[in-house]
DNA sequence: GAGTGGTCTAGACCACCAT
DNA sequence: TGGTGGTCTAGACCACTCT
């Protein structure tokens, strides 16, 4: 048996097949776009991957990478015999190598950074067991607050490599960590991240505007770039009561 | 260029082309395991996937996918031109669709398991909205605390719907929830995950041996099925001295 | 038995990077 | 210029599920 088309025929009337963009993906996000937006229900079954294909004129490879992405994502469920289903649960995005800063833009928040110091110091055992580096290496050590329409939410501690030495308090105001490393043609490839949970210490209470010794959410993660190098490390703390980490797991 | 071989001989010499595992997975699965070891260290090119195929009798697309895998768990990385290397980043396993339990049991813990409430009550609001009944239905209210290697590390609260019903103390003493249901044939296709923190309230201290208002991290999940139907909701707390989450992060 | 996704093959062309 | 991964095609066979 065959399913009708669950979405608009226009939908894919302009894919670019020349462009640099793949086939694949221009299949696969404005899919995407479709079921978050709810043009295509939760529950709907999609045609069978061979019939998409002929209707869009693609080989049965690419529908099926397509289809693959949104599986990944738990926006899809695929099974043998069965066929292809939008899921019904509420999905979120997954926590991605993005910054702070740029998650909390994407969610229309206005996001603003007080930039507390910016050091250049040799480098301890602890600090330059995460940089990988010689201990006494110089390093920058940055420490900020983020706060989201002007409520602080996060106390931001980064160490660098002493590549980035130059870096300045005003560049952090303005833009995020993150952004600043990709203008520089850095592109971290890997993080390795912890997600856990300790009272504050020393000024952080002030610093939140919360309780001394209160809970706080922290975050360490160590930033490689292709050649596994490790392009920052960073101790942030969040306040719970604003902030969590949420996830989709997505059984393969 | 080409380069030579990574990896022992034989490691490859006994792929199973008839059993039910798939090619990919017999690659990427030894591949894996050879990385984590070591045998392939950290740095190491690999020879191109079309000489690879060649050498295994495999086709390019194959082995393709079988090295995807590993990409997409940031083991090795991928650059255009330039060729496949081991990541030299250390890399975790990400955090998966498994219970605590086994997660314990992996790591070589011995983990037991304390139930101290298995109830059937009308799902009040908040309940009939997570697990997505109507309020009233009569559901399963689990309470169990988790230890390893006899310390307290987790409280695990967890809401189960009418179906379940039957499931007593004495099996929850033995096996994870997760294994539990698994072994209904029940399997869990997407969770949706929130991580943050928060002080203990009431008897939590007592329970996890640690102090009054002190840290908890917190984990809620919400796991469904491949019919969107919701399977188990569970709101855990760790103790934060003893457990955090641990994730790789892989761009794509 | 009919229909579905899961796997695999054998090619092809292209974009990017190094030399 | 040669080597690499990134994409795409057009088939094939199989395992699973429903009726």
């Known amino acids: 048996m065959s399913t009708d088309p669950v979405w608009p025929e226009e939908m894919?009337?302009?894919l670019d097949r020349t462009g640099p963009v793949p086939l694949y993906y221009q299949i696969s996000s404005r899919l995407e776009r479709a079921i978050r937006e709810g043009v295509i229900p939760a529950g709907a079954r999609l045609e069978n991957e061979?019939?998409?294909g002929e209707r869009l004129g693609l080989s049965r490879p690419t529908v099926r990478r397509a289809i693959q992405e949104l599986v990944d994502q738990g926006l899809l469920v695929?099974?043998?015999?069965?066929?292809?289903q939008v899921v019904q649960a509420r999905v979120s995005r997954p926590v991605e190598l993005t910054s702070l800063h740029e998650d909390l833009t994407r969610v229309g928040h206005h996001p603003t950074t007080e930039v507390l110091s910016v050091e250049h110091v040799a480098a301890d055992e602890d600090a330059a067991a995460r940089l990988q580096v010689p201990v006494g290496t110089v390093i920058s050590r940055i420490r900020r607050?983020?706060?989201?329409?002007?409520?602080p939410m996060a106390i931001l501690e980064n160490?660098?490599?002493?590549?980035?030495?130059?870096i300045t308090a005003a560049d952090l105001e303005k833009q995020g960590l993150y952004e600043m490393l990709r203008a520089r043609g850095i592109t971290i490839k890997i993080a390795n991240q912890t997600i856990?949970?300790?009272r504050t210490h020393g000024?952080?209470?002030?610093l939140l505007d919360i309780a001394k010794g209160s809970p706080l959410l922290t975050m360490d993660r160590v930033a490689f770039d292709h050649g596994g190098r490790v392009v920052e490390a960073g101790h942030h703390c969040y306040r719970p009561d604003l902030y969590s980490f949420?996830?989709?797991?997505v059984s393969r």
Do not use: K
């Open 203 to 206: 000024d952080e209470h002030e």
């Open 145 to 151: 607050v983020r706060s989201a329409d002007g409520t």
């Open 196 to 198: 856990g949970a300790r």
């Open 78 to 84: 695929r099974r043998r015999g069965i066929g292809t």
């Open 159 to 166: 160490l660098l490599p002493p590549e980035f030495a130059d």
């Open 12 to 14: 894919f009337s302009d």
């Open 50 to 52: 061979i019939a998409i």
């Open 246 to 249: 949420e996830t989709t797991l």
